[in-house]
């Protein structure tokens, strides 16, 4: 076994925002398990032009840190609203409430996080960013 996975994101994780309803606006691609990550995780995520998250959610113990890597967003982090352009990357701790939102052009994102624990402790808040 040569010790490594190789994976493209786009190609060879499945697509889980149809899943949830939330397609066309948002493609989803979580790949901590194709990757057999051990300690940290990595997801990304294809956001539509003002296409936001229905939804926010914490972590009691990961961080996470958003890359922007096409595109614009917008953040919502607690109470405050943090502009993102292409190649900003935002850290976000342990226990602050997060969402994203696509730019006027969509974003496309990389998101990373530590520690692994299966997602085991995350709590969502539904409709948490509203106007």
Do not use: C
């Not at 190789?6 to 989803?28: C, I, R, T, W, Y």
């Amino acid at each position: 076994m040569a010790g490594y996975t190789k994976l493209n994101l786009k190609e060879d994780v499945k697509d889980m925002a149809p899943e949830f309803g939330l397609s066309p606006g948002l493609e989803s691609h979580f790949a901590r398990q194709p990757l057999e990550l051990e300690r940290s995780g990595l997801s990304h995520f294809k956001f539509g032009p003002g296409f936001r998250a229905p939804f926010g959610h914490r972590h009691r113990e990961q961080e996470e840190l958003y890359l922007v890597v096409e595109g614009s967003a917008r953040v919502k982090l607690d109470d405050d609203i943090v502009e993102l352009k292409q190649w900003d990357v935002v850290r976000i701790p342990a226990g602050m409430t997060r969402a994203l939102e696509g730019g006027p052009d969509g974003a496309e994102v990389v998101a990373f996080s530590a520690p692994n624990n299966e997602n085991k402790d995350v709590e969502m808040e539904q409709d948490w960013w509203s106007d």
